[in-house]
């Protein structure tokens, strides 16, 4: 039986991430961006302004847009961004870069699209005889597609609703919990720590910060995610500025190898420029998790004024997740040359890193990084599951689902997860597919509330 369920899986999870899903995400990403009017692109300037610089805020909501931003990179800046990028490269050369920018630059525009989504029909959840300031319990607030999906479209679309929120409830206990506290314990190992006691130190780490809901993980995440983004990017920058004579020759192979075969060269195996496309594209949107709907749960419950100005957030998301930090990694290893020595993974970037900083510190920053990734990702898939229960079951579920979170995690630093890691990214991509539906249907709302939000008195 077991054997019949995981075969099953491996077939739908060939078809979910084969050439469909990935069209299917570009092509809802380039709708997006024309019926927009190239927002992530002409308003840029007005982006980083606002996520920068403009401090006024709103009322509603329960954390700052800033900490909204920090939830959401912590569940989208993870080990794709360090060992994504380079089985990029060691499968589909360095045109793949190109692509994954071209990714990058589509899933700002759906990315925005979902948080203006988000914001417009999140509510909040208000239960109870037990007694608070007001009388009653006011619990976090309540948005993402499975909320977008059924007040937007209406009763019809509840169970499309109801699917997106089952799927994410459940695949962030694979992509979210095990499959980090994996990634956590074999990077630790490395450094003489037993898998045991990463496991019993992350449920403590973990357990003691989402107890706290979503303001204690918005807290702890605005420290975490900018500290580890800035170690990470320095760190690839010096290794690039040392390089620097390099850069446009790297870049000139970049775009030529987008569009012509690039040829086996040492333990290069050379590529085509459809593997080109295909791997940038798809470690692109595995990265910043445009269109498969995980970060607008986060975003939801930002305290704004206005939808289109918390789509900024989603916009800068991704540009910090694509556009910086894997373009760090890509460039790092390109401008180094290990691309050619036949590694691939994490391994190919700790390689990069080593050829300026040495085998030790080299693989201690790239270990330490993925490290911190992978642990605020735990931190983000916790509540984006509590979320998605909540909606299911009510708010009084997200108590439980936050004890039930923590058993996993030891299950994960001690075990071999190649069968959860392929049952969460079917869950994963399956979370895409009512989300999409519902970005196509809903756009003329995003639209709307894009021309209004542009069009009124500065």
Known sequence: MVELILKIN????GLLWGPVLILAILGVG???????????????????????????RGLQGDITPFQALNVALAGTV?????????????????????????????????????????????????????????????????????????????????YLA????????LAAFGIGNMTQANSVAIGLERFGISRVITGILLIFAVGLVTIGGIKRIAQVASIFVPFMCILYFVSALIIIILNISLLPKILFLILKSAFTPVAAVGGFAGVTASQALRWGIARGIFSNEA?????????????????????????????????????????????????????????????????????????????????????????????????????????????YYRILWLPPIIIGSLGKLETIWSLADTLNGLMAIPNLFALLMLSPIVFRLTKEFFGRPK
Request: proline share 3%; with cysteine.
């Open 10 to 13: 491996s077939i739908l999870n």
């Open 30 to 56: 380039i709708y997006l961006t024309f019926g927009n009017r190239f927002v992530q692109i002409v308003r840029l300037p007005f982006v980083f302004r606002e996520t920068l610089v403009r401090k006024k």
């Open 78 to 158: 993870g080990v794709g961004n360090i060992a994504g990028v380079a089985a990029a490269i060691a499968l589909g050369g360095p045109g793949a870069i190109f692509w994954m920018w071209v990714s990058g630059i589509l899933g700002m525009a759906t990315k925005f699209s979902e948080v203006v989504l988000c914001i417009r029909y999140r509510i909040r959840q208000i239960r109870g005889a037990e007694k608070s300031v007001r009388g009653q319990i006011q619990y976090p607030m309540l948005g993402g597609p499975m909320v977008y999906i059924r007040r937007g479209m209406g009763k019809r679309c509840r």
């Open 162 to 169: 109801s699917a997106f929120a089952v799927f994410g409830a």
């Open 291 to 399: 269109g498969l709907g995980s970060a607008p749960i986060a975003h939801a419950t930002a305290k704004t004024d206005h939808p289109v100005r918390q789509g900024m957030w989603g916009i800068f998301e991704v540009f910090i997740d694509t556009i910086v930090i894997c373009s760090a990694t890509g460039l790092a290893i390109l401008v180094t040359g290990v691309w050619t020595s036949g590694q691939t993974g994490a391994v190919l970037t700790m390689s990069a890193f080593s050829r300026v900083f040495g085998n030790n510190l080299g693989s201690a920053l790239v270990v330490f990084s993925m490290v911190l990734t992978a642990y605020d990702t735990m931190l983000a898939w916790e509540f984006y599951g509590e979320t998605c229960s909540a909606y299911l079951f009510g708010p009084k579920i997200r108590d």
